[in-house]
């Protein structure tokens, strides 16, 4: 069994940036490809980005790409979402996520492990 807690969300104004964290517990964070997805008031929960357990290869929704960077340190069982350039549109809950059996999975039902997650709100 796997444990995810994410950490660092808050409440910012438009343009501001914020880092969020999810540590892992456990020994095999790093066979893991890790994502981090979304869910804002009244919509259905939507992928953001995630990272390779393989390669580190690292994969974007259009929606953010240009301003987050998903990247990950395996000697902390941690993946990071640097988010940059924030807009009201970015308000949601966010969770991060493991999949163990995929590398590069887009269907949101392979990842078996889910955080509780960590708000963020962006106000204009």
């Known amino acids: 069994q796997v444990q995810l807690v994410e950490s660092g969300g808050g409440l910012v104004q438009a343009g501001d940036s914020l880092r969020l964290s999810c540590t892992a517990s456990?020994?095999?964070?790093?066979?893991?490809?890790m994502g981090w997805f979304r869910q804002a008031p009244g919509k259905e929960r939507v992928f953001v980005a995630r990272i390779t357990r393989s390669s580190g290869r690292t994969i974007y929704a259009d929606s953010v790409k240009g301003r987050f960077t998903i990247s990950r340190d395996n000697t902390k069982n941690t993946v990071y979402l640097q988010m940059n350039s924030l807009t009201p549109e970015d308000t949601a809950l966010y969770y991060c996520a493991a999949d163990p059996n995929y590398d590069n999975s887009p269907d949101e039902r392979t990842y078996q492990y889910w955080g509780q997650g960590t708000q963020v709100t962006v106000s204009s």
């Open positions: 456990g020994r095999s964070f790093s066979s893991y490809t």
